[in-house]
């Protein structure tokens, strides 16, 4: 959310944007924490929304990844681990802001149970997955 990305701003030390050109950015913002060594990328679409964020470290390890609708509501927030693989709890939502699945990754795979729900936020059935990220039947 805004916040998040503010509380960026607001402990940073350097800040830079670059124009970026593809169909879904415009423009990214960068923001250096050089206590942490941590580097964050705030990408923003024409209408100035942001769009994706992806926290790092200096020597490349990717903290956590954001990626949200056109309308500015979050899509998903998710934990990586040091090589860049989704690693911890995960949601992900839909346009409304609603829930749309939760549930856990183990270094890039889905593990254990997930959690998933209709638009209106109704939970409406359950995945699972074992150690190896395959979906039990």
Same mark, same amino acid.
């Given at each position: 959310d805004d916040h998040? !990305?503010?509380?960026? %701003? %607001?402990? &940073?030390?350097? &800040?830079? #944007? %670059?124009?970026?050109?593809? *169909?879904?950015? !415009?423009?990214?913002?960068y923001y250096v924490t050089k206590k942490d060594s941590i580097v964050t990328q !705030?990408?923003?679409? #024409? &209408?100035?929304?942001?769009? *994706?964020?992806?926290a790092s470290k200096y020597d490349l390890i990717r903290l956590v990844f954001a990626q949200y609708y056109p309308n500015g509501q979050l899509m998903a927030k998710l934990p990586l681990d040091s090589l860049g693989k989704n690693h911890g709890e995960a949601k992900y939502y839909y346009e409304n802001g609603i829930i749309k699945s939760l549930g856990n990754y183990n270094h890039g795979f889905y593990i254990g149970q997930w959690k998933n729900y209709d638009t209106m936020g109704k939970y409406i059935s359950m995945d699972n997955y074992n150690s190896d990220g395959q979906l039990i039947k």
């Open positions: 998040w !990305v503010d509380s960026v %701003k %607001k402990v &940073s030390d350097t &800040s830079w #944007s %670059k124009k970026y050109r593809n *169909q879904d950015f !415009v423009t990214a913002d !705030v990408m923003k679409d #024409s &209408s100035g929304h942001v769009r *994706q964020v992806l």
